[in-house]
């Protein structure tokens, strides 16, 4: 079967920065997505990763290495406002999405 | 209004009851879906519509019967739910389902609770 691991919870400090990792076993691969959700709101896009390597946007980043099956994402100079469930999501060989079931960061003063 | 939204927020409804939650996208996109979200479990594709044809359907339960008229509305009809129907229902929004690197913009999702 399809499957995609998460943590389920993590706890990290203001201002630190913190790693949440994705391991995944698809059929096939077309591309890795993570999503933030806010408690009570829409997941929001955060980054798209296809090809081996690290993509960086501003104080996020995602990491991907296919041979693996592995991503992480990594926040930098954490803000309370990132406390929020992040969804690690791939697409398989019939461009289905298979969603992980989300990694809740709390952020500690 | 910009994106994609949802109505009800919140619904509650009994097992015998009939609703129907709408979601509404203003982004010009040409896919619709419907997912379910459980506590701590993964989303869970419901319906994909392309082009106002339905392509997706996930062995869902009858008494789930999506509609979509347009390509900015979708709906859901609910009617004789059961409790473990409760859940947050999410809609999103697509440019050209299942071409790969197309990102689903999402709504925020109606809360129902089945009693």
Known sequence: GQNIDQPTEMTATEGAIVQINCTYQTSGFNGLFWYQQHAGEAPTFLSYNVLDGLEEKGRFSSFLSRSKGYSYLLLKELQMKDSASYLCAVRDSNYQLIWGAGTKLIIKP | ?115
């Open chain 2, 1 to 115: 209004e910009t994106g994609v939204t949802q109505t009800p927020r919140h619904l509650v409804m009994g097992m015998t009851n009939k609703k129907s939650l709408k979601c509404e996208q203003h982004l010009g996109h040409n896919a619709m879906y419907w997912y379910k979200q459980s506590a701590k479990k993964p989303l869970e594709l419901m319906f994909v519509y392309s082009l106002e044809e339905r392509v997706e359907n996930n062995s869902v339960p009858s008494r789930f019967s999506p509609e979509c008229p347009n390509s900015s509305h979708l709906f859901l009809h609910l009617h004789t739910l059961q409790p473990e129907d409760s859940a947050l229902y999410l809609c999103a929004s697509s440019q050209n389902a299942g071409t790969g690197a197309e990102t689903q913009y999402f709504g925020p999702g109606t809360r129902l609770l089945v009693l």
